[in-house]
């Protein structure tokens, strides 16, 4: 979604917006802008396309003088993308700049009273309402006008604010979409998220819903909507700049399926001690663990596709009920949520708007929440009962893969640990469990080094025009990840299928050389699932097949096979996803995509 930057200090502003905003690319965007005061008025420039129009156009910054800015990249939502469209956005006398990450719901009816009191629109967008808006409220107290216009929008916002009348303030709110500041030794700095602002400074204050931000001298100083001060306290942030740079891989998405060893260890390392499971953030005890009758599973995509998985080792392991649910469908479906239940949302960002609206609306309901988030200080961290992150660092291509494959590791620890405190398993069990988890980082390393034999396969089907993902049971929940990662950075169209519901319907769409990738992990399941496959086969499909080493019976049917290690038929998932991301990247490379920044896609999905 789109993305804030903003800049008051010593040095000139426009490098480092652009600079900032080039770190977040990886959100989504379709046009990008700066506004900067130049010591006499507020100078901007806009563009659709890529950061580097903007760039050219600017001359990399040095076209807007000034030491004062706010910069954005704009992923479309009302109004196309367009130079006019793009932020930022201005009142009539151009003295007020706005940039805006969100949504106005009620941009209509005031963009109505607006026009009934003389306004005049330039663009189709709901962020011109809040210039407007401010500007109608504005009589010499920034403060005031921000509070005021504040009171009257509804939806989500994250805001930057220029003033021409105060040159020495940089102005920031937020509510509910994701806002930091930080102070650094020329300049204080307000961004969407951390990489903008990370070469500047470690220490960095995450705003809360409604509070505001300003910056002056040097100092930040933070408001509620009431105009009180407000105290924050900084977070320091551990990782580095580099860690969000590409360390010479092509693409981050390459670079972050590599990291997938580390970010597993990571994450599984500092929750089992002395072959234990502790997960202390749970906050839970095993009598209020015993407690839950019921687990709700709730994210979006790649989230969600970790939640199924996680519903088959949560019924097998710990013998708990558990509902799997897409956020943008629980909220609305008035859900049985009644005491014993827990709600488990799963976030990579922690910002997703239909996730974290389902965390609340639990909330709301007396429902205890779990989140498993891994960016740290994100909305959802901080608003879920408790947390549990995954480890994966920051995460920057659009595509997730290593953010998916720690929430897989995070859930298994969780489902281990409910199995102990509920005694559905035995401690034998449990420690052959913890062995095959000490083992995926290595494992998923060796499946790595087979990238080039894949490389070669994908390479025959970058003119795909359909391509299916079957599997039973875990292996329907890889599919499903398999699937979308072809498509969303491909363009092939593809879908999931739970294998022994191809006969109804979907078998239809076989044709010669249509490409089936099955996936077939689950030992009591091969017999049925090798007989999907050669129901396909009989009507011209080309089969490729992901199963164990020494599954040698699926030989039968598949035309090409990758084996993966032997491990826990509930870890199947961590090893099996690695050659299908493998594929996806390398059919996409093939096909000259954008792979780090699929079109339409967003990385944080901030509105509903
Ligand atoms: C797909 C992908 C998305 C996200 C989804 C949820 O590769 O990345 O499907 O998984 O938008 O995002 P988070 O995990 O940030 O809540």
């Given at each position: 979604m789109c993305g804030i930057v903003g800049y008051i200090?010593?040095?000139?502003?426009?490098?480092?917006?652009?600079?900032?905003?080039?770190?977040?690319?990886?959100?989504?965007?379709?046009?990008?802008?700066?506004?900067?005061?130049?010591?006499?008025?507020?100078?901007?420039?806009?563009?659709?396309g890529r950061l580097k129009i903007l760039r050219e156009l600017t001359h990399d910054g040095a076209k807007l003088p000034g030491c004062l800015g706010i910069g954005h990249t704009r992923w479309a939502t009302h109004g196309v993308p367009s130079n006019t469209n793009a932020h930022p956005h201005f009142n009539e006398a151009e003295t007020i700049a706005v940039v805006h990450n969100g949504i106005?719901?009620?941009?209509?009816?005031?963009?109505?009273?607006?026009?009934?009191?003389?306004?005049?629109?330039?663009?189709?967008?709901?962020?011109?309402?809040?210039?407007?808006?401010?500007?109608?409220?504005?009589?010499?107290?920034?403060?005031?006008?921000?509070?005021?216009?504040?009171?009257?929008?509804?939806?989500?916002?994250?805001?930057?604010?220029?003033?021409?009348?105060?040159?020495?303030?940089?102005?920031a709110v937020r509510k509910d979409s994701p806002l930091i500041a930080g102070k650094a030794e020329d300049g204080c700095l307000i961004a969407s998220d951390v990489p903008a602002i990370l070469k500047y400074t470690r220490d960095v204050y995450f705003l809360q819903n409604e509070e505001i931000v300003c910056m002056e001298a040097g100092q930040i100083n933070f408001f509620n909507i009431d105009k009180d001060p407000i105290e924050k306290t900084a977070t320091t942030i551990e990782w580095d700049v580099s860690a969000a740079e590409k360390a010479g891989y092509e693409h981050f998405m390459l670079k972050e399926i590599y990291e997938q060893p580390k970010a597993v260890l990571d994450t599984l390392n500092p929750r089992i001690r002395n072959g234990k499971i502790e997960i202390e953030e749970l906050g839970m005890t095993d009598e209020e663990i015993r407690a839950i009758h019921k687990i709700y599973m709730v994210a979006c995509g790649s989230a969600y596709h970790t939640a199924v998985t996680a519903k088959y080792v949560f019924e097998g392991l710990a013998r708990i009920p558990v509902e799997t649910d897409l956020a943008s469908e629980f909220r609305y479906r008035d859900p049985i949520l009644d005491e014993g239940t827990l709600l488990i949302v799963v976030s990579q960002s922690?910002?997703?708007?239909?996730?974290?609206?389902?965390?609340?609306?639990?909330?709301?309901?007396?429902?205890?929440?779990?989140?498993?988030?891994?960016?740290?200080?994100?909305?959802?961290?901080?608003?879920?009962?408790?947390?549990?992150?995954?480890?994966?660092?920051?995460?920057?291509?659009?595509?997730?893969?290593?953010?998916?494959?720690?929430?897989?590791?995070?859930?298994?620890?969780?489902?281990?640990?409910?199995?102990?405190?509920?005694?559905?398993?035995?401690?034998?069990?449990?420690?052959?469990?913890?062995?095959?988890?000490?083992?995926?980082?290595?494992?998923?390393?060796?499946?790595?080094?087979?990238?080039?034999?894949?490389?070669?396969?994908?390479?025959?089907?970058?003119?795909?025009?359909?391509?299916?993902?079957?599997?039973?049971?875990?292996?329907?929940?890889?599919?499903?990840?398999?699937?979308?990662?072809?498509?969303?950075?491909?363009?092939?169209?593809?879908e999931a299928y739970a294998a022994g519901e191809l006969k109804h319907g979907t078998i239809s769409l076989i044709e010669e050389g249509t490409l089936v990738a099955a996936v077939v992990t689950q030992k009591d399941l091969y017999k049925k699932t090798i007989s999907n496959m050669v129901e396909v086969k009989t009507r011209g499909a080309f089969l490729l097949a992901v199963t164990n080493e020494g599954n040698t019976e699926v030989e039968k049917a598949a035309d090409y096979v990758v084996y993966i290690p032997e491990t826990n038929k509930y870890f199947t998932n961590s090893l099996a996803v690695i050659p299908l991301q493998i594929f996806s990247y390398y059919v996409a490379l093939g096909k000259g995509c954008d792979v780090d920044k699929p079109r339409n896609l967003a990385k944080s999905v901030t509105v509903e």
């Open positions: 200090g010593a040095k000139q502003a426009a490098p480092i917006l652009l600079d900032g905003l080039d770190k977040l690319e990886y959100r989504g965007y379709d046009s990008a802008g700066m506004a900067v005061y130049d010591g006499k008025k507020i100078q901007f420039a806009k563009a659709r106005i719901e009620n941009y209509a009816r005031l963009k109505k009273m607006l026009v009934g009191k003389g306004y005049r629109f330039v663009s189709e967008t709901d962020t011109e309402v809040v210039a407007h808006l401010l500007d109608y409220y504005y009589e010499g107290d920034p403060m005031d006008a921000i509070c005021k216009a504040m009171q009257r929008m509804e939806g989500s916002y994250a805001l930057g604010i220029i003033f021409m009348d105060h040159p020495g303030r940089l102005y922690g910002e997703t708007a239909d996730t974290l609206a389902a965390l609340r609306e639990a909330k709301q309901r007396g429902v205890r929440v779990l989140g498993i988030v891994n960016v740290v200080g994100s909305s959802i961290a901080r608003e879920a009962d408790n947390v549990m992150y995954t480890w994966a660092g920051p995460e920057i291509a659009v595509a997730t893969t290593k953010a998916y494959s720690t929430q897989l590791v995070a859930e298994y620890l969780l489902a281990m640990k409910f199995a102990e405190a509920r005694g559905t398993v035995t401690q034998q069990e449990i420690d052959d469990m913890l062995l095959d988890l000490r083992r995926l980082p290595q494992q998923i390393e060796l499946l790595l080094d087979h990238k080039e034999k894949l490389q070669r396969f994908a390479n025959r089907y970058v003119a795909a025009r359909d391509v299916f993902f079957i599997g039973r049971g875990i292996d329907y929940a890889i599919s499903l990840e398999g699937s979308l990662k072809l498509k969303e950075i491909s363009y092939i169209h593809s």
